[in-house]
């Protein structure tokens, strides 16, 4: 077997941002194979077959990358930001584990990318600059129960949060109760920021205390940072600022 | 005032992974600022000023940066990883706020880098691809009882969690107080990766159950990632791959 698996991060959308291995990774493949709009991003060409498919496939996608890698394959599995965080890396090692043996002789690797969290972070300023958490709140494969046990945890450990996933079509409510019990566990007004299509030319940033915060202001394509206690604000005639100072 | 602030990451360490929007804001600066060993890896070249300078000196370096900008330099701050992560975004934004308020109308910009914990778990597998945070274990400008606060709560709200700065030469009782607390509050063998000079020709990974960790294990050079309860380790012939599952 000398196929290979490469999982990679093409960043949150700006191709400014894709890093030179990526591509480099891209150039040699013989397939590429991800969830649609991830693989809209890569360009065609002779010798390459993009293998598109729908949302919540990760499993099967990550089998046929595996088995294709098996029979000689260089193949590429693309996520949008970091492949290791809540994308394609887990649920290709997820695959490996309980696919067959042989599987395992593979050559897989991971390469980093640019993830949501800290292209949204930087757009703003800098409030992940101090000790943050990273939550996705998404209850599709995790009980609910358990997100607000870790809001309620990373709140009292007065962390700045990140979220991904904050709000889908079909479960609107997780987002309501979230910004429910981040006021009453910071009880304050401290800053949430929901940055929409970040690093793209649809890019929407908006700064507000967490007071007056609307579940509206998030979708799928929102991330949304929570300042910690210690976060301020910075105004400036060209915007907002937002940063966690590094004694936070 | 014409001139500009751009703080950029360089990643950390291996050139394929500084993104192309960081390569060109250095290609068109005046100015570089920055810690030495990350300033050497700037290319001189006519028509550019490298302004290196010790640790440590990070208001210092941002004040010049924040001046040189505004009398009229185009002036690049870099930082290793990501600068809006435990590096010099927020040391800049802390410089400006207290700083003239006519730089406040000066064009300042943070373009994202590959930090130090994703390159680190994508060398490893995805140990960080369910919930998790990140702290920075130096207790140079916050005090060590909230660090072992965020800890002991951490654990509890089983996040992965990812440490920088783990450990000093002159503060070498804080790691060892660490993994202390983690063995208490985690209370079982999960593994902890030691990720030495990542991404770099140095790079050496190693994999041990908590019970096993030793302090030395870790040095200023080292990205340590404790895994959750949920995270796996997949024996292959290729050495071990450590992963967090998406259900965690």
Avoid at 124 to 150: M, V, Y
Wanted: charge should be neutral; hydrophobic fraction near 45%.
């Amino acid at each position: 077997m000398t196929g290979s698996v490469t999982i990679v991060g093409l960043g949150p959308g700006n191709e400014a941002m894709v890093t030179p291995e990526v591509r480099d990774a891209l150039a040699q493949a013989t397939d590429v194979v991800g969830y649609i709009p991830y693989v809209a991003r890569v360009a065609p060409r002779e010798g390459l077959t993009l293998h598109a498919s729908d949302n919540r496939v990760e499993i099967d996608r990550s089998r046929h990358a595996l088995e294709m890698a098996a029979a000689g394959g260089r193949v590429v599995v693309v996520s949008s930001g970091d492949p290791g965080v809540f994308a394609m890396a887990s649920a290709v090692f997820e695959a490996l584990e309980a696919g067959p043996r042989g599987w395992r002789g593979l050559d897989i690797r991971v390469l980093p990318g640019i993830t949501a969290m800290l292209a949204a972070a930087a757009a703003a300023g800098a409030p992940l600059g101090h000790d943050f958490c990273t939550i996705n709140l998404s209850d599709n494969l995790k009980p609910w129960a358990l997100i607000e046990k870790r809001l309620r945890l990373a709140a009292e450990a007065d962390f700045a949060m990140a979220f991904y996933n904050p709000r889908s079509a079909s479960r609107p409510e997780g987002f309501v109760r979230t910004l429910e019990v981040l006021r009453e566990a910071c009880g304050d007004a401290r800053p949430i920021l929901f940055a929409r299509a970040v690093s793209t030319p649809d890019q929407v940033l908006k700064i507000v205390p967490l007071t007056e915060a609307t579940p509206e202001m998030a979708d799928m394509r929102t991330m949304v940072i929570v300042g910690s206690s210690a976060t301020r604000i910075i105004e400036t005639p060209r915007g907002l600022i937002l940063y966690t100072p590094r004694s936070a």
